[in-house]
């Protein structure tokens, strides 16, 4: 025997009086940390699986595809209603045609009256820019 089996048969028999860890037959000593009730508990519950079988998965995997299905079908429903609807709009908007008079009259000429008078405030400032010019070269000249 070497050294190691020497000394574990010496506790063997040193313990082997008292109640200690119960022996294998292999003649191993038992190590675990658990009682035999938990390993019990432990084996039993190993036994109730939480997994599906191959069939529920299928089952389930058909049944997500067919909400998929639909919510694609909606999607696509709603595109064609919206599409529909922009189709609408484009044609009124084109029946209409360019040369009628409406509203945009009054607003074309609001915004001709705003254009003309930042025109005229442009050459009063532009008028006060050259004078002023004028000013200061002849003031620099002297």
Same mark, same amino acid.
């Given at each position: 025997m070497g050294k190691n089996q020497a000394y574990k048969a010496m506790q063997r028999a040193r313990l082997s009086g008292s109640a200690g860890p119960e022996e294998v037959e292999d003649g191993m000593v038992d190590?675990?940390?658990h009682s035999p009730e938990w390993h019990a508990a432990?084996? +039993?519950s190993l036994n109730t699986s939480h997994t599906i079988t191959w069939e529920e998965y299928k089952r389930k995997q058909k049944e997500e595809e067919l909400k998929k299905g639909?919510?694609?079908a909606d999607k696509d429903r709603m595109?064609?209603?919206y599409r529909a609807q922009l189709d609408a709009d484009r +044609?009124?908007?084109l029946a209409v045609g360019r040369n009628h008079s409406g509203t945009k009259s009054h607003h074309?000429?609001?915004k001709r009256d705003k254009d003309s008078m930042k025109r005229r405030g442009k050459k009063r400032k532009h008028k006060r820019r050259s004078s002023e010019s004028s000013s200061c070269s002849s003031s620099s000249e002297s």
């Open positions: 190590g675990t940390f432990r084996l +039993a639909e919510l694609e595109m064609r209603e +044609a009124r908007k074309n000429k609001v």
